[in-house]
């Protein structure tokens, strides 16, 4: 005959197990991915946008590219646009209907301070906030949590609003060796609920998502330079001497993570 004791004790034991796993070592890790101690703590544009911020994730990816070649793939990033390069089945499970485009668009490179961004149909645009070409693009805004309409001027009601700003920050380190730091700071309304929504949802949720955008960016990034550097040796004159160049490995190899776990 079962104990039931002896199975709910177990069980309840394992939960706990759990909790302590995740918020002493998986949460810290998935907060601040691939991002070093000075990135985290460093101010970036768009933090002064969320006021008494509750919830802060810092991730950062090594590009081999320059800022200019990575530009063009971020200004494009949107529901109706070049999708945000993560897991659309997963997106639209949420009913996003959400389709990446893997190739830069010419009439998707033109954004400025104030126009908006998609990311589902069911709620309104994000301004963008800061646009710095080559820089930082900075996505946020204050908005109803139940409709998603943009709150501007007023008091803000902490408990029906929420605030968040999303930035991607382009640090060059040499000629082409770029740090793409993205950030997101938010303030939910007050209660257990949000509260928990956020810690166990969304936090990891986000992760998820940021994490394959950035890989995704990383090897578009590369790969358009690669072909860019294969087309300019193929257009050298044949009495050239030939140059050996260390070209980067293809969009479809797995980028060796040298820098993030």
């Not at 998609?118 to 994000?126: A, E, H, V």
């Not at 968040?164 to 950030?183: K, P």
């Not at 998820?208 to 040796?233: D, F, G, H, P």
């Amino acid at each position: 005959m079962v104990d039931w004791r002896i199975v709910c004790g177990f069980v309840l034991v394992t939960l706990l197990s759990l909790a302590v796993l995740y918020i002493c070592l998986i949460r810290p890790w998935h907060l601040r991915w691939g991002a070093t101690d000075v990135e985290v703590a460093e101010t970036l544009p768009g933090d002064d946008l969320v006021q008494g911020s509750k919830g802060e994730a810092t991730h950062a990816i090594t590009i081999r590219a320059s800022a200019a070649e990575i530009w063009p793939w971020l200004i494009q990033l949107g529901q109706d646009r070049a999708g945000f390069y993560s897991y659309t089945w997963l997106e639209n499970l949420f009913g996003c209907h959400m389709k990446n485009t893997y190739q830069i668009v010419p009439e998707w490179q033109h954004l400025k301070v104030g126009d908006g961004v998609l990311f589902t149909p069911q709620f309104p645009r994000i301004p963008v906030a800061v646009l710095e070409p080559n820089r930082a693009l900075v996505i946020g805004g204050t908005v109803n949590a139940k409709t998603g309409q943009p709150i501007q001027g007023g008091q803000v009601d902490l408990d029906t609003s929420l605030s968040t700003s999303w930035a991607f920050v382009l640090h060059e380190h040499g000629e082409h060796q770029t740090r793409l730091i993205a950030r997101l700071r938010g303030r939910f309304p007050r209660g257990l609920l949000p509260w928990l929504v956020n810690r166990l949802f969304w936090e990891p949720a986000h992760f998820i998502m940021e994490r394959r955008m950035l890989l995704t960016i990383k090897r578009l990034a590369e790969a358009s330079r690669t072909s860019k550097t294969r087309l300019e040796l193929d257009l050298l004159p044949q009495d050239q001497p030939q140059v050996q160049l260390e070209v980067p490995r293809s969009a479809c190899d797995t980028p060796r993570m040298e820098t993030n776990v």
